[in-house]
């Protein structure tokens, strides 16, 4: 074999020292710097039958150190002690050639036995085997070269080499022939390969090296140690263990750093640390071309030409004390001495691991990244760590399945919610977050037994162990999840958390972050059953068939007193202890729908079905038909922005034992997570004899409002003995033997309208005229609309003296009710307005306040006498246009309300006729109506009333309540733009925001005909060409 590295210098002859003829007894060399002398006296045979029986004696100089080889010879002689080679261990000679024979070496050997592997040639002329050394370049005749031989690339070996062979074959006739004077031989030990731990350096004694692996190592190949001992080179193919002077020890917190060159690519390079048993299995690949089971695969891998730093928490693989390093260079090629690789300061450190903050049920949770270990060994790629980015994030890079044990084990129940953000680097097959159980098998992970214990929030791939979550976070993109895990996990106490992102295809790629990951526990929902607050364990189950989307939850509030629906779900909660509804059973509780939606109701029942009997409430929802067993009639419906107290008897619907309280929040349409409800103050009580029956007392008022009329019996009530700390309106539901609170509230508006019964005056009697004139009136017709004052014709004033009268007699001091026709029927947005398009002046024309849209006929047939149709107004078309409106608040006790008659009487009548003159109506509209049946117009002015009264309400034992008005006065005055005081209205809580918003369909506003022009052709299939962007676009 040749060995390219060896360096030499050609010497002049003169420097090697004269051969004497007098025998010399000793042979000098030097180790390690010191003199070793051989006693020629031990010299036998190397390989005897070549040797001739020592015929030819070896000469040695006077001083030992050089010694001539004369004719054919093979010697040896024994070295005491025996020699220990090192993979580092040189030697170092001068060679001269005087007559150049067949093979002419030295050799150094465990025994005499001749072994070419143990042999350096200089020269030869004979075709050699490869196991021979031959050295290059070779020495000529005639010459002198140094050598420097790194003798422990080829063999080592402690205390092993018992033989220093001086050989010159020579098979010739003429075997005398032949010269070579070897001189000035030096073996030295260069530094030894060490790794640092913690600073300390721990070397290796290469000259202990192993052949590892039954046949696997090529034996002929030997390590290569730098001079400064920072790096070892493994050419060809190569198992080799080397032992360490002290064992290192890898701990949980150990950090393993190397520098890996890779120079020629083979099947696979590997550094391990290993114990006397000298396993595999302790091995980090850094390159390969070929995969091998029970090995890590360090990432990224090196490829031919490159160089990595590798730096890894090598004490997450494994941990122990490992007395040996062993280098793995495998290559089953027809060129085993193929392969090039080095590995260099390799330093293990202490560090210390981050912890991750989980919180759970409210307390800030640390989990220790040390824990992380390998969840399912058959699919975890152990190498791709988790990485700690902040305190509260984690970070799966490459195919991941990693479970962390939970440092302070927590109870996983029905209830419990799981919170976190999830970033979505690189999608993979799937991204998951699981909660084991078992504390001696994290694998279950996996586990469908009893429920499921993953759930995946990004995928490619489905897998039937988990529950995917949707929507789906896209890559580039964070979003923030909350997921009932109680649903769908088994339960228990959590040990582990198991992160996984499974990549099967490419182990290396897929990047995800969860952060923010907190455990929490639903609140138990409160119900106060007969006067004890019951908590209710906060356990959802799906009520009835295929309506309920799973995911939605109702959403209690920490206290347990309000209870949130948000989209599409029905949802059943078990009570602790079965309710029974009685004869006297009520049910109590308090509404808010923020968002409408198809239905609302709520539910007891003995079971999970909808279908077979009838026990849910409607409480509000858009929906008019098809309610299958839902109970609606009876029951008052809550609008959207509005805020509603229920009392309800259920005995009216069902009476019985019942298990479970239901909440429906049904949405069929387009988007199930449309609609948004609260429902808060739940309770159930028996109904009981009210403490009212024999009291006396009395209260005022100056609006006659529900609210303020039971304010003030609560106010009475604490003067009752028997009424003390009890409820005003469970008393009222008692005391009239009521059904509901709708009950109650139409007995105090009855109550209230009887005390104005004596103050109020019709609409008809006002006028003095039959209910068809004032219909026509209204509507824009008869003679006050149609006659034209001018000289010696008709006179307003003498033609509606009426009005002038009925206004002097009535509208300060007394209520006028609205007039019983058509045009004030369904006010539900309880806004009127009269709008007029002439004057009875002939050349006059109305104030022109406002703009006409468009009118739509079929809000107003008995006014158009058709049955559809519609007229539109672009560019101010209608001409001169007025509008003038008023709104009242939405309970009758309100005195704009109760004195709206007043208002209409001042706007229309007083203002609009008497003063203004402003009569007639636009083409298909009425003049004067809700303004659901008026025209869409840009806006209106405002009038409001104002009253001054007393309301005197009495209560005694027989009579009950009994009520009085006293009017002082009724006022109008201005209130600017109907809109804008509509908004007022809501201010007080005397409207709703949802209202509000309707009203701006009607009254559209300044400059915005042309937009809801567009919007109202183009439900009729047209394109309005007067704007660019509809309103309905415009909020898109």
């Known amino acids: 074999m040749k060995f390219p590295s060896i360096s030499l210098v050609a010497l002049a002859a003169s420097i090697i020292s004269p051969v004497v003829v007098v025998a010399q007894s000793n042979i000098v060399f030097k180790i390690d710097g010191s003199d070793v002398s051989i006693p020629l006296s031990g010299q036998t045979s190397y390989d005897s039958n070549q040797d001739e029986r020592m015929r030819r004696p070896l000469v040695v100089s006077?001083?030992?150190?050089?010694?001539?080889?004369?004719?054919?010879?093979?010697?040896?002689?024994?070295?005491?002690?025996?020699?220990?080679?090192?993979?580092?261990?040189?030697?170092?000679?001068?060679?001269?050639?005087?007559?150049?024979?067949?093979?002419?070496?030295?050799c150094i050997d465990e025994n005499t036995g001749h072994s070419p592997s143990r042999c350096f040639v200089f020269a030869h002329t004979q075709d050699l085997s490869s196991s021979w050394h031959v050295l290059e370049p070779q020495t000529p005749e005639g010459e002198t070269r140094h050598y420097s031989i790194p003798i422990g690339h080829y063999f080592w070996g402690v205390n092993k080499y018992n033989y220093l062979a001086y050989m010159q074959d020579n098979d010739s006739n003429d075997r005398d022939s032949g010269s070579m004077t070897i001189a000035n031989i030096q073996i030295s030990d260069g530094a030894e390969y060490f790794i640092e731990q913690d600073g300390i350096r721990h070397y290796v004694n290469t000259a202990e090296q192993k052949s590892i692996g039954s046949?696997?190592?090529?034996?002929?190949?030997?390590?290569?140690?730098?001079?400064d001992g920072k790096s070892m080179q493994v050419q060809g193919n190569m198992h080799r263990a080397v032992p360490l002077d002290t064992a290192v020890t890898i701990d949980v917190n150990t950090q393993l750093d190397f520098d890996f060159t890779l120079e020629d690519l083979r099947d696979l390079h590997a550094l391990c640390f290993a114990d006397s048993t000298l396993n595999k299995n302790k091995c980090l690949v850094a390159g390969k071309q070929e995969h091998w089971s029970n090995v890590f695969y360090l990432s990224p891998q090196t490829q031919q030409g490159e160089s990595h730093h590798y730096s890894l928490p090598i004490g997450l693989l494994y941990q122990g004390t490992f007395d040996h390093i062993m280098f793995i260079q495998d290559n089953d090629s027809g060129c085993r001495s193929c392969g090039d690789a080095t590995y260099a300061n390799v330093k293990l450190s202490q560090i210390v691991h981050p912890e991750l903050d989980i919180m759970v049920n409210g307390v800030v949770q640390k989990i220790k990244a040390s824990t992380a270990v390998s969840a399912r060994d058959d699919q975890d790629t152990k190498t791709n760590f988790l990485?700690?980015?902040?305190?509260?994030?984690?970070?799966?890079?490459?195919?991941?399945?990693?479970?962390?044990?939970?440092?302070?084990?927590?109870?996983?129940?029905?209830?419990?919610?799981?919170?976190?953000?999830?970033?979505?680097?690189?999608?993979?097959?799937?991204?998951?977050?699981?909660?084991?159980?078992?504390?001696?098998?994290?694998?279950?992970?996996?586990?469908?037994?009893?429920?499921?214990?993953?759930?995946?929030?990004?995928?490619?791939?489905?897998?039937?162990?988990?529950?995917?979550?949707?929507?789906?976070?896209?890559?580039?993109?964070?979003?923030?999840?909350?997921?009932?895990?109680?649903?769908?996990?088994?339960?228990?106490?959590?040990?582990?958390?198991?992160?996984?992102?499974?990549?099967?295809?490419?182990?290396?790629?897929?990047?995800?972050?969860?952060?923010?990951?907190?455990?929490?526990?639903?609140?138990?929902?409160?119900?106060?059953?007969?006067?004890?607050?019951?908590?209710?364990?906060?356990?959802?189950?799906?009520?009835?068939?295929?309506?309920?989307?799973?995911?939605?939850?109702?959403?209690?509030?920490?206290?347990?007193?309000?209870?949130?629906?948000?989209?599409?779900?029905?949802?059943?909660?078990?009570?602790?202890?079965p309710v029974t509804i009685t004869d006297d059973t009520v049910l109590s509780f308090t509404l808010d729908v923020e968002q409408e939606l198809e239905i609302v109701s709520i539910c007891f029942d003995e079971d999970l079905s909808d279908q077979v009997h009838a026990r849910c409430l409607k409480l509000s929802g858009y929906q008019t038909r098809d309610f299958g067993t839902l109970i609606y009639k009876g029951i008052k419906q809550t609008y959207e922005g509005e805020r509603k107290e229920y009392?309800?008897?259920?005995?009216?619907?069902?009476?019985?034992?019942?298990?479970?309280?239901v909440f429906q929040h049904d949405n069929d349409g387009a988007s199930r997570h449309d609609g948004i409800s609260h429902f808060s103050d739940i309770a159930l009580y028996e109904i009981e004899p009210s403490c009212l029956t024999g009291a006396t007392f009395n209260f005022n008022l100056n609006e006659c409002t529900i609210d303020g009329f039971v304010a003030g019996v609560q106010s009475s009530m604490a003067s009752v003995g028997a009424c003390a700390g009890k409820d005003a309106w469970r008393e009222l539901l008692s005391l009239w033997d009521g059904q509901s609170d709708s009950d109650v509230r139409k007995r105090i508006q009855d109550i209230c309208v009887s005390g104005n019964a004596g103050e109020t005056v019709s609409f008809d009697m006002l006028l003095d005229s039959e209910k068809q004139f004032v219909e026509e009136f209204f509507d824009g017709g008869n003679k006050w609309n149609y006659e034209?004052?001018?000289?010696?014709?008709?006179?307003?004033?003498?033609?509606?003296?009426?009005?002038?009268?009925?206004?002097?007699?009535?509208?300060?001091?007394?209520?006028?009710?609205?007039?019983?026709?058509?045009?004030?029927?369904?006010?539900?947005?309880?806004?009127?307005?009269?709008?007029?398009?002439?004057?009875?002046?002939?050349?006059?024309?109305?104030?022109?306040?406002?703009?006409?849209?468009?009118?739509?006929?079929?809000?107003?047939?008995?006014?158009?006498?058709?049955?559809?149709?519609?007229?539109?107004?672009?560019?101010?078309?209608?001409?001169?246009?007025?509008?003038?409106?008023?709104?009242?608040?939405?309970?009758?006790?309100?005195?704009?309300?109760?004195?709206?008659?007043?208002?209409?009487?001042?706007?229309?009548?007083?203002?609009?006729?008497?003063?203004?003159?402003?009569?007639?109506?636009?083409?298909?509209?009425?003049?004067?109506?809700?303004?659901?049946?008026?025209?869409?117009?840009?806006?209106?002015?405002?009038?409001?009333?104002?009253?001054?009264?007393?309301i005197s309400v009495s209560f005694k034992p027989v009579t009950q309540f009994f009520a009085e008005t006293s009017i002082t006065s009724v006022a109008h005055e201005d209130c600017g733009d109907l809109t804008t005081h509509y908004g007022q209205l809501v201010t007080d809580g005397k409207a709703t925001a949802t209202e509000a918003l309707k009203l701006k369909r009607h009254l559209v506003g300044d400059g915005q005909c042309g937009n809801a022009l567009y919007d109202f052709l183009e439900t009729k299939g047209f394109i309005y060409p007067g704007s660019g962007v509809s309103s309905t676009q415009a909020k898109k």
Not at 871 to 893: K, L, Q, R, T
């Open 62 to 106: 006077a001083d030992g150190r050089s010694v001539t080889v004369e004719g054919n010879t093979h010697r040896a002689l024994p070295l005491t002690p025996a020699l220990t080679i090192k993979a580092s261990t040189t030697m170092e000679l001068d060679v001269t050639i005087g007559d150049i024979q067949e093979a002419q070496a030295l």
């Open 215 to 227: 046949g696997q190592d090529s034996w002929q190949y030997g390590l290569k140690v730098s001079d």
């Open 387 to 577: 990485e700690f980015p902040t305190s509260v994030s984690v970070t799966m890079i490459g195919n991941t399945h990693k479970a962390l044990t939970i440092t302070e084990p927590f109870t996983i129940d029905k209830a419990t919610e799981l919170d976190f953000d999830f970033t979505l680097g690189k999608i993979e097959e799937h991204h998951t977050i699981c909660i084991v159980t078992d504390p001696s098998n994290i694998a279950s992970y996996t586990s469908t037994t009893g429920g499921k214990r993953c759930f995946t929030v990004a995928w490619t791939q489905n897998v039937g162990w988990d529950v995917d979550i949707t929507p789906q976070t896209p890559e580039g993109e964070t979003r923030h999840y909350s997921i009932p895990i109680g649903l769908w996990h088994p339960g228990g106490t959590a040990y582990y958390l198991v992160l996984v992102q499974d990549n099967d295809a490419n182990k290396l790629t897929g990047k995800a972050t969860f952060s923010n990951i907190e455990f929490s526990q639903r609140p138990d929902l409160v119900i106060n059953i007969d006067g004890v607050d019951t908590s209710v364990f906060n356990y959802q189950l799906s009520y009835g068939t295929r309506q309920d989307f799973e995911q939605n939850l109702i959403e209690v509030s920490d206290d347990g007193k309000s209870a949130s629906l948000y989209g599409n779900l029905h949802k059943a909660i078990e009570l602790p202890t």
């Open 647 to 661: 009392l309800i008897r259920l005995k009216e619907f069902y009476t019985g034992t019942f298990q479970y309280i």
């Open 788 to 950: 034209v004052d001018e000289a010696g014709g008709p006179d307003l004033a003498t033609n509606a003296a009426r009005i002038t009268y009925a206004d002097e007699k009535f509208d300060d001091k007394t209520a006028i009710s609205l007039p019983h026709v058509h045009n004030f029927e369904g006010c539900e947005l309880r806004a009127a307005m009269c709008c007029y398009v002439a004057a009875r002046d002939a050349d006059s024309e109305p104030t022109d306040n406002s703009d006409a849209c468009y009118m739509e006929f079929k809000n107003s047939q008995e006014s158009s006498h058709v049955r559809d149709g519609y007229s539109i107004y672009p560019d101010d078309s209608e001409g001169a246009f007025a509008c003038h409106g008023f709104v009242w608040g939405n309970d009758s006790g309100y005195a704009d309300a109760a004195f709206k008659g007043n208002t209409l009487f001042d706007v229309a009548l007083l203002n609009g006729l008497m003063s203004n003159k402003e009569v007639e109506e636009l083409p298909g509209a009425p003049m004067c109506g809700c303004v659901e049946h008026m025209p869409v117009v840009s806006r209106a002015d405002c009038t409001k009333t104002t009253v001054t009264q007393t």
